[in-house]
């Protein structure tokens, strides 16, 4: 029997002739130098709900959702280790793990946009985009609406050296408070001057303040100045800026964007060091080339397990893609919608850490809360949970083609390398095996087998007499509330001549 391993290909290539290895709700792990196959595909995390805001939910849809933020439209947790959240117009804080008690405190002018947070451990304030902005003394989570005249609104939120950052607005402007302070200094005013063109978003990493235009970025930092505490750094300039301003996300000292070069071309990035290095394929670029509003897409990034995933959503065009850090790997993620039966864009929004109860002024790594994007609902982002709120999760991969020379083979038997077992008696727990003849083109009629009954965890699901073709792609896709893992087929083939 010939080894089928799981090596490259988590995405359908531009041409399926290419490469047509779709891979759906499963991310790539690197194995022990000494296995038998080099990858194994585990599954993602399910959603755990948890209580909801009471925010309207089911008027938008799937790839025409209207507002781009109608249910949660972001998460934060302070430097004081509380945790807060903007539902619909609703500010809220969220109590810690277990009870995650919702207590409104404040409501926003604002609806849809997504909503930027920052603090200096006494005043969080909160960006919406507007020449609007918000503030929430932490000691008393008292709200209010930011006064001070000195303040002009922005869509980005952030901190860096005891100073909170605003920006952008008119144009290529940002500005900040005064230190440990939360008022804003009318000189205190910077603008973004490498280039001409507009500023669109900003962020803090290494205690800098990367500036990032519609067609290039630039960094700066504190500098000690009297007017302007900052400065432009010498030196470093990156020819790239950011097309989707929501798309920007940050983990430890790496940035992701996804950008628009000045000839309308879509890229994404990651930054290492004071360089952009894309890490989107051709592939990936050719389905974004497709969308129809790839300017509204939302990116957030976390780590679980020692994976650092960035995911990119684009609302108006229903799907999302993530890319693995760790790995270098893409891979897309999406909910089964039971009611017209496809794979839609995954339901996460937003997400943030949280923390345990305090214990004296430590306080203890909480789970990874996130908000639904189109309603109240907020889930625990759960690998040990292997639905989405109670809803399947459906598990797809499809396999290299599979050729000969040009030859026809008959393919005696296909037996996929799994985890199984795990299935409690009396439950129905089906894999389905299909396949294509025309290059992955089109794929015929599923063939069930199960996954095994509980204990059985040397059951290997089989398909046997599966035809002749020249040019074969085997796909298999399950749903099931229990532990799996896929590291590869064995296919046995018979070839002949003509």
């Given at each position: 029997m010939t080894k089928v391993p799981l090596t490259e290909g988590f995405y359908e290539a531009r041409s399926l002739i290419a490469d047509a290895q779709s891979c759906v709700n499963l991310y790539p792990e690197v194995n022990p130098k000494d296995s038998e196959q080099p990858y194994t595909l585990y599954p993602t995390p399910g959603l755990t709900l948890l209580p909801n805001a009471g925010q309207p939910s089911g008027t938008p849809t799937p790839g025409n959702p209207g507002l781009v933020f109608p249910g949660w439209r972001g998460l934060y947790r302070a430097s004081t280790g509380v945790t807060y959240g903007v539902c619909g117009s609703t500010l809220y804080l969220i109590s810690p793990p277990p009870t995650f008690t919702l207590t409104a405190l404040g409501t926003l002018a604002s609806v849809g946009s997504s909503v930027n947070f920052a603090d200096n451990r006494t005043t969080m304030i909160m960006l919406d985009g507007t020449s609007a902005g918000y503030q929430l003394t932490?000691?008393?989570?008292?709200?209010?609406?930011i006064s001070d005249t000195n303040f002009l609104g922005g869509n980005s939120a952030a901190y860096v050296d005891t100073f909170l950052i605003s920006g952008p607005f008119f144009g290529n402007q940002w500005q900040s408070t005064l230190s440990n302070s939360a008022s804003w200094s009318g000189l205190y005013?910077?603008?973004?001057s490498g280039n001409s063109d507009p500023l669109f978003?900003?962020?803090t990493i290494h205690r800098e303040i990367w500036l990032f235009g519609r067609d290039t970025t630039e960094v700066w930092y504190n500098v000690g100045g009297a007017n302007l505490p900052f400065a432009i750094l010498p030196g470093i300039f990156i020819q790239h800026g950011i097309g989707a301003i929501n798309s920007l996300a940050s983990y430890d000292l790496n940035n992701f964007w996804l950008s628009q070069d000045p000839f309308g071309r879509w890229i994404i990035f990651k930054s290492q060091a004071y360089q952009a290095m894309r890490i989107s394929t051709h592939a990936i670029e050719n389905a974004i080339s497709k969308y129809k509003?790839?300017?509204?897409?939302f990116g957030f990034a976390y780590q679980q397990q020692g994976h650092v995933f960035y995911v990119l959503t684009f609302p108006f065009d229903n799907a999302t893609w993530v890319y693995d850090m760790t790995v270098e790997k893409w891979h897309q993620r999406a909910w089964y919608n039971t009611a017209t039966q496809t794979q839609d864009m995954w339901r996460v929004g937003c997400l943030t850490n949280t923390s345990w109860l305090p214990v004296g002024s430590l306080t203890t790594q909480g789970p990874l809360l996130c908000g639904d994007w189109e309603n109240g609902n907020l889930y625990l982002l759960d690998l040990d949970n292997y639905t989405d709120f109670g809803g399947p999760i459906v598990r797809e991969k499809a396999f290299p083609h599979i050729v000969n020379d040009g030859k026809r083979a008959h393919y005696a038997q296909f037996s996929v390398d799994?985890?199984?077992?795990?299935?409690?008696?009396?439950?129905?727990n089906d894999i389905s095996l299909s396949w294509s003849d025309d290059r992955g083109a089109?794929?015929?009629?599923?063939?069930?087998?199960?996954?095994?009954?509980?204990?059985?965890?040397?059951?290997?699901?089989?398909?046997?007499?599966l035809g002749m073709a020249r040019d074969r792609v085997f796909k298999v896709s399950w749903s099931t509330n229990n532990k799996t893992a896929l590291m590869g087929a064995?296919?046995?083939?018979?070839?002949?001549?003509?």
């Open positions: 932490l000691s008393t989570n008292s709200f209010s609406a005013i910077g603008a973004k978003a900003l962020t509003h790839p300017y509204a897409a799994m985890q199984a077992g795990g299935t409690p008696t009396g439950t129905s089109s794929y015929g009629n599923p063939m069930i087998q199960h996954l095994g009954q509980q204990g059985f965890y040397l059951a290997q699901p089989k398909w046997s007499r064995w296919i046995d083939t018979v070839l002949f001549e003509t």
